[in-house]
């Protein structure tokens, strides 16, 4: 008792600075989260307050999970996550690796090298949304100027091309986000090795394969990490790029959760996809984890 009377007093300071964080955090996270938690036992209805208290138990749930519409925009998201993280990477790996080589005006490339991901989502949006317009779109009158098309490409009308759009407006927003966590890497990373490597004769390829990348695999999955929970939530550029048409063929998780709640004003329902739909953010952050906790073992990082 002794023990825990002096406990107290010695964090009695630090509790007390403290204290006020807590508190906005319990008001601006913790509350909305009971309550949207709460919704989803209900039949909630934006245009009809008094069915906030209409408890209904797990049947919008039930619903969600017997919904065919929720599980294709479940499959198209991951879908789309799948192909925006790994071309993400690719580029970002690709970048990273050609300004580590850069000997003069690093610095200002670094710089420029970030531009992508200091734009609003939206403003992203907007802006592609022009580029890939089918009748003003710079793409199409560049197509059809230089001779390569007669007629314009429907970029956000077809299935695919408009997927793709969308996802070439995300790869482009973020790929910066690998690029400066990989060159934060090869920053870090010990030239020794390599110097060894090349001395017994070791490729470029081979001293990338077995040494560079080993080293920086931990900073590529917190990457991955970062970006899949970004990825999974993705609903801005979608709603401004294509509404997640044409037919819902572009809608993924967060654009139909929109849809139901604002559109069709059924916030319990889609408070229950919301939280289903979490799911996928927690597997991939737990995988992604999970890699990176190997990586570092593999380094002797515990």
Known sequence: MTRLRRTIRDNAVPLALISPAILIILMVVLLPLI????????????????????????????????????????????????????LELLFGLGLALLVNRITWGQRTMRTIMMFPMMFSPILVGFQFKYLFNDTIGLVNNGLQALGLTREAIPFLVDRWLAFFSIAFAEIWMS???????????LFAMPKDPIEAAKVDGCSNWQ?????????LMPFIYIAMTIRSLDVARAYDIVDVMTGGGPAGRTELLWTLIARTAYDDARMGRANAMAYVSILLSIFFTWFFFRKLMAARKHLGAF
């Open 35 to 86: 309550f949207s938690f709460y919704t989803s036992f209900t039949n909630y209805r934006l245009i009809r307050p008094d069915s906030l208290w209409q408890w209904i138990g797990t049947r919008n749930y039930e619903r969600v999970l017997g919904d065919w519409d929720f599980w294709v925009a479940f499959g198209r998201t991951v879908l789309f996550l799948t192909v925006v993280l790994n």
């Open 175 to 185: 790929t910066s986000i690998f690029a400066i966590l990989i060159l934060a890497g």
């Open 207 to 215: 001293v990338f394969r077995h040494i560079t990348l080993p080293f």
